[in-house]
């Protein structure tokens, strides 16, 4: 079990994630460690995803749960109340991260052995040791701090 702090990821870097993956419509995208479930939300929303959320926290699980509901997207977004381990992520055509360097580096076998192939793997400020980025951006939500304050990655397995 690997538990990682609760830090929201902010819409603006969600969205670009979700586009430097080229996240389509009808794809699948699965967010472990998925928070409030703001990333699935918006993958369905804004993208016409379906999405999976996997969430250990069981306080952050039912918020998420809570946010789905209220938007209506109960039969787009599952969200799973989990360790990320136990989680078979093979129908996932997208994967988003954002987890600890230390975190990718353990959950990069489960990743290399469970995805298909043309599966993308983004993740939000912390690189998965050992791959190589197929996509890399520095994103800076305001422009007048002068230097990137989120790096996103992208990996094609």
């Known amino acids: 079990m690997f538990i990682s702090p609760y830090v929201a990821t902010p819409f603006k870097v969600i969205r670009q994630m ?7 419509p009808g794809e699948i995208v699965y967010d472990l460690g998925s928070g409030d479930g703001r990333v699935v939300i918006m993958a369905a929303q804004e993208f016409g995803a379906k999405a999976v959320g996997v969430e250990l926290r069981g306080d952050l699980a039912k918020r998420a749960l809570n946010e789905v509901m209220k938007v209506n997207l109960e039969s787009e977004i599952k969200i799973v109340q989990d360790d990320l381990f136990n989680i078979d992520v093979s129908p996932a055509d997208i994967i ?11 959950i990069k076998p489960k990743l290399e052995s469970e995805l298909k192939p043309g599966a993308r793997v983004v993740s939000h400020d912390y690189a998965i040791p050992g791959w190589k980025t ?10 007048n701090l002068g230097y990137p304050s989120h790096t996103i ?5």
């Open 18 to 24: 979700l586009i430097l993956a080229e996240l389509k």
């Open 134 to 143: 197929f996509k890399l951006n520095k994103f800076c939500e305001n422009q």
């Open 153 to 157: 990655y992208v990996y094609k397995i």
């Open 96 to 106: 988003t991260l954002y987890l600890t360097t230390s975190a990718n580096k353990k």
